[in-house]
């Protein structure tokens, strides 16, 4: 055992010898120095964010078209902005390219925050008409000189939310401000410290993925590369083997001696970054210490492929572009399987099964819809929807806000999403389709502003709740009738002969996170909006609160009820049931971990439930007995879709366009199978792309367990946006760790081999 431990500290010694080595150290030393002093403070919610915006078009012409009137919020407004940002609002044309819109939705922002910090901002003649918060309240009868001055910008804030509730969010109080040697690095974030750990484990997990798992394996081979040439010099090969020693242990003494010495380096960065994190931000993650054995692991499969170039032409150079080259290979395999997975097939993936009376239509990621063709076992196309700007699990919004089937009308009604980014979201609309048409959709109005839910009723009327408020459509939307303009533009616009009005008492305050449902039995509609959860119930056709209770997360959630019961699924994974008579919880479920909730559905009935979850696994709940079900679903980890039929008969949508009936009332057995026939793409990736993909090396994939052991989930959630609707990328952690275990077994095995038949 000896000679293979003194094998081991001459690689130390060689690679200690190397000036590559210091200047990584000197790196590591340098980056933990500037990342130290990055810390964050608790603040007030005062700034205005880009996604605090419901339609910023829509607000701005609100304020343009009320610049002769200052006895209003929106006048009063444009009358305290710069001379200079009013001519540029006024210089936009219809010709004007997106890029200066967004500018302007841009400045905008900057304008208002302005605002806020001037100490006369409110007028109370002004908002004299307005609605404030009891928040608002609270500091109103404190007195506006009294407040500090961080408060007084909190409530300029507060003022300016409530007297533009259609166009911005109403925020939480609480927000996060990071800082940078005590400096405040730009405006403050409005989210809970609980979603700042989440937050900050996803930005640990990028960072140490591209810094360590990218840059560092690189650094990691410079340094290595020379270890195996060296050893098989003439002079250095012979002194070993004149010594009794075994080739293939010599090979791997050589072999584990540099991964150990890439596991001390990988350790000091790595440690370091998890001590500093959880002394400055009080995020102690056992997760990041476990990437550690991941990026050396990552770095000996390259390792493995450098060494078996080094045993066959004895270069280091040689070694390094080989290396390369391996690197090169698994990209282009990796890069083929995920453009066709994210362009092409993902695209046809069910996002919404309508049961539409005796046929069946199916919704894909893209906003497609088909209609099952049960006589030539196919999917029959109805309308084609394509989506610009990127593949639809790029975390992008759904392209339908919910859709459903209007059986009194015999309809289909649905939310086309607006879609676009932050800065320049669009307006939703509403859609309707009609089998006389062959459910070709038709939009018309527009929703209101912030709108979350569509909310089926049995009478057929339609309703729609979000940030904004619950409203209902009053006549009848057939179709586009006027136009507007913006920025003297003409748009599409809202008919004469309908409009959402409000129905709920106004009492109730609207806000993000927000979901809501509606129990179909008593057409009592569930709210969960900020910490409170609430029942509302129809008097006299206005929605007023029935019962409410707080429940402190922060988080974003789904509703929906089962039978007396109703459920929460909130961010965290977790699935709560409460009583639906008197809000109290009855029991709590985490069935699949940290993994996000996509949506609550529910039986016609009232009886059954599913919670979806983004990582395409199903959780069912019987509201009868009050009790999970232990169903065997076909495709559980690879469910897009489901839904209940008016016989409460089961469907699950997998794959690329199958859907499979279940009988929930003979223990969800399979009743039948929606399935056609692949196409040549389909038969393409089952047959050639996935299983070389799968039987490939993919050290790049090992990223996705770094992110697994950071948050627990299965799923990469989107950027720009916290809803849960907003579509996630679903990652695998079990196959990159077995084929690359495979493939590094393999390639020590063949150079233990060659080593040991060739002559030195």
């Not at 370091?272 to 550690?292: D, K, M, N, P, Y």
């Not at 971990?593 to 949506?599: A, K, M, Q, T, V």
């Not at 950071?710 to 084929?739: F, N």
Request: with cysteine; proline share 4%.
């Amino acid at each position: 055992m000896r000679p293979y431990l003194a094998v081991i500290r001459d690689s130390f010694r060689e690679a200690f010898a190397t000036r590559v080595l210091w200047i990584m150290l000197i790196l590591i030393v340098v980056l933990l120095g500037l990342l130290a002093p990055l810390s964050f403070e608790r603040a007030l919610a005062v700034s205005l964010q880009f996604s605090d915006f419901k339609n910023p078009q829509a607000f701005i012409k609100e304020l343009r078209d009320n610049r002769n009137s200052s006895g209003n919020p929106a006048g009063y407004v444009w009358s305290r902005l710069s001379d200079d940002f009013k001519h540029e609002v006024k210089s936009v044309k219809p010709d004007t390219d997106r890029r200066r819109r967004m500018s302007v939705v841009g400045r905008a922002r900057n304008e208002i925050n302005r605002l806020f910090n001037e100490p006369d901002f409110y007028d109370k003649e002004v908002w004299s008409d307005t609605r404030l918060s009891s928040e608002a309240n609270e500091l109103l009868d404190r007195g506006l000189t009294s407040l500090s001055k961080e408060e007084a910008r909190r409530f300029n804030r507060l003022a300016f939310e409530a007297a533009f509730p259609s166009h911005v969010e109403a925020s939480g109080r609480n927000a996060i401000q990071f800082v940078y040697l005590r400096y405040p690095l730009g405006d403050e974030l409005p989210i809970q410290e609980t979603q700042l750990h989440q937050i900050g484990e996803q930005v640990l997990s990028f960072l140490v993925s591209r810094l360590v798992g990218n840059i560092g394996v690189f650094i990691a081979l410079l340094v290595t590369a020379s270890i195996v040439p060296q050893m098989l010099d003439s002079g250095a090969i012979d002194l070993l083997l004149s010594k009794p020693v075994s080739r293939p242990l010599l090979f791997l003494s050589k072999f584990f001696g540099g991964c150990t010495f890439i596991l001390l380096n990988a350790t000091f960065l790595i440690a370091g970054l998890w001590a500093i994190v959880g002394w400055r931000f009080g995020i102690w993650s056992e997760g990041l210490l476990w990437t550690i054995p991941v990026f050396v692991f990552v770095f000996a499969i390259y390792y493995s492929v450098s060494t078996l170039a080094a045993v066959i032409w004895r270069n280091a150079v040689v070694s390094i572009v080989v290396s390369i080259l391996f690197w090169a290979i698994c990209f282009a395999v990796g890069l083929a399987k995920s453009s066709l997975d994210n362009w092409f097939l993902d695209s046809r993936r069910t996002a919404n099964i309508i049961p539409a009376g005796d046929t069946l239509i199916r919704l894909t990621q893209t906003g497609s819809g088909y209609e099952w063709d049960d006589e030539n076992q196919e999917w029959r196309e109805l309308f084609e929807q394509r989506r610009r700007g990127g593949p639809p699990t790029a975390g992008r919004q759904a392209a339908w806000l919910g859709a459903y089937y209007d059986a009194t009308n015999d309809r289909l009604v649905g939310i086309r999403s607006g879609g676009g980014s932050r800065w320049f979201r669009r307006s939703s609309k509403l859609s309707i389709a009609s089998q006389d048409n062959d459910w070709k959709p038709q939009e018309s109005i527009e929703t209101p502003g912030g709108v979350r839910e569509l909310l089926p009723t049995r009478n057929g009327d339609i309703l729609v709740a979000g940030t904004d408020g619950l409203y209902r459509l009053e006549g009848e939307a057939t179709g586009p009738a006027d136009a507007f303009k913006l920025f003297g533009m003409s748009l599409p616009g809202l008919g004469k002969t309908a409009e959402f009005v409000r129905i709920d008492d106004e009492s109730f305050e609207w806000k993000r996170p927000f979901a809501a449902a509606i129990d179909s039995s008593t057409g009592r509609v569930l709210i969960s909006s900020g910490d409170t959860i609430a029942i509302l119930k129809d008097v006299d056709s206005e929605f007023v609160v029935e019962s409410s209770s707080i429940r402190k997360s922060g988080q974003e959630r789904v509703v929906g009820f089962a039978g007396d019961r109703f459920l929460t699924a909130s961010q965290d994974g977790f699935v709560r049931i409460f009583d639906a008579s008197s809000s109290e919880l009855v029991d709590t479920q985490r069935p699949f971990g940290n993994n996000e909730p996509r949506s609550v559905i529910t039986s016609p009935d009232g009886r059954w439930a599913a919670v979806l979850f983004h990582h395409r696994k199903v959780w069912l709940f019987d509201g009868k007995t009050s009790a999970p079900i232990a169903a065997s679903l076909n495709g559980q980890g690879d469910i897009s879709a489901v839904a209940f039929q008016a016989d409460s008969s089961f469907l699950a949508a997998d794959r690329f366009g199958r859907i499979i009936r279940y009988s929930p009332e003979e223990s969800f057995a399979i009743k039948a199978t929606m399935e056609p026939q692949p196409d040549f793409l389909e038969t393409l990736y089952t047959r050639f792309i996935d299983p070389v993909h799968t039987i490939f090396p993919k050290p790049g994939e090992m990223e996705n367990v770094v992110t697994w052991l950071m948050t627990k989930q299965q799923t990469i959630g989107p950027d720009d946006t916290d809803e849960l609707s907003a579509s996630r990328q679903v990652i695998d952690i079990q196959e990159p760790l077995w084929s690359n275990l495979a493939f590094l077994a393999i390639m020590l095995t063949v150079t233990s081999v060659l080593i040991t038949r060739r002559d030195f």
